[in-house]
């Protein structure tokens, strides 16, 4: 698997070491039922799979098979614990580079596979389970939308390798009209626009980012710090509901909080 991102991948082991592998799911998703401390939760992660059926999807991107098993394995949880006192937590580990871009994906409908897998998640959400998203690698397009955006609750790595954004560099330089270098000097000036997670960060959108010594391998201290951090997260969820408030407040989201402030006075 040289030249694919193994972060997911990585992250996944050290997290779901000792739990109960999910089968009967593409390849391409890595999914484990295990506990932290005293929660239970599923672990669920999308990987590269270099003989992945849809060649558009063997770098780690999230195409029709991992949209359609993303809600398959999602819509398990809530079924299973739909009269249980304490639901699982979904834990989703994203290190996604893009959504599959493809003619046969745009045949089959990769915009419902992904849906699909979105509407999942917000219906776990929904329905009591504390949804976390940890980004330990790229965070990308219609693939973080589908894998991680729903979560109640984002915690991000603090890394370079750790990014966030509707497009890539070359593309959305290709889209604008720029060189990178150009929207590199437009993105200093236009957090939106950038790609580093503290401009992520500063729209509110992160619940903590995180720092660790190998972000690429966790160490047993890595571990720990972010096993702690995703209980805290966890309890946070329980403590104040299941919708995405928490979101918005921030300095860079005035706009959205003066939108929402006039939908309301309008409906």
Do not use: C
């Not at 972060?7 to 799911?25: E, K, M, P, T």
């Not at 669920?44 to 558009?56: E, K, L, T």
């Not at 889209?175 to 580093?196: C, F, I, K, Q, W």
């Not at 995405?244 to 409906?267: M, P």
């Amino acid at each position: 698997m040289s030249g694919y991102s193994l972060r997911g991948l990585h992250w996944f082991q050290a997290l779901s070491a000792g739990s109960n592998i999910v089968d009967g799911l593409p390849a391409s998703l890595k999914v484990a039922d295990g506990m932290l401390g005293q929660q239970p939760v599923r672990f669920i992660a999308v990987v590269a799979d270099p003989q992945n059926r849809f060649v558009r999807a063997r770098h780690g991107e999230v195409g029709l098979l991992e949209g359609w098993g993303l809600a398959k394995a999602v819509d398990e949880v809530i079924e299973a614990d739909r009269n249980k006192p304490q639901k699982r937590a979904l834990i989703a580990i994203v290190d996604v580079p893009s959504q599959a871009y493809g003619r046969r994906e745009e045949a089959l409908g990769i915009h419902q596979a992904l849906a699909g897998a979105a509407d999942s998640y917000a219906r776990a959400r929904l329905a009591g389970h504390a949804v976390i998203g940890l980004l330990v690698g790229k965070a990308m397009s219609g693939a973080f939308l589908a894998h991680g955006y729903q979560a109640n609750r984002l915690i991000a790595l603090r890394d370079p390798g750790v990014m966030v954004h509707a497009m890539g560099k070359v593309s959305a330089a290709r889209v604008t009209l720029r060189s990178v270098e150009e929207l590199e000097a437009l993105a200093a000036s236009v957090p939106p626009m950038a790609y580093d997670i503290d401009s992520y960060a500063s729209l509110g959108l992160l619940w903590e980012t995180l720092a660790v010594e190998q972000v690429e391998q966790p160490t047993a201290s890595d571990l720990a710090r972010v096993i702690d951090r995703l209980l805290h997260a966890i309890s946070d969820v329980e403590a104040s509901g299941a919708d995405l408030s928490s979101r918005l407040g921030a300095t860079n989201r005035a706009a959205s909080s003066k939108v929402r402030q006039l939908l309301r006075e309008q409906w």
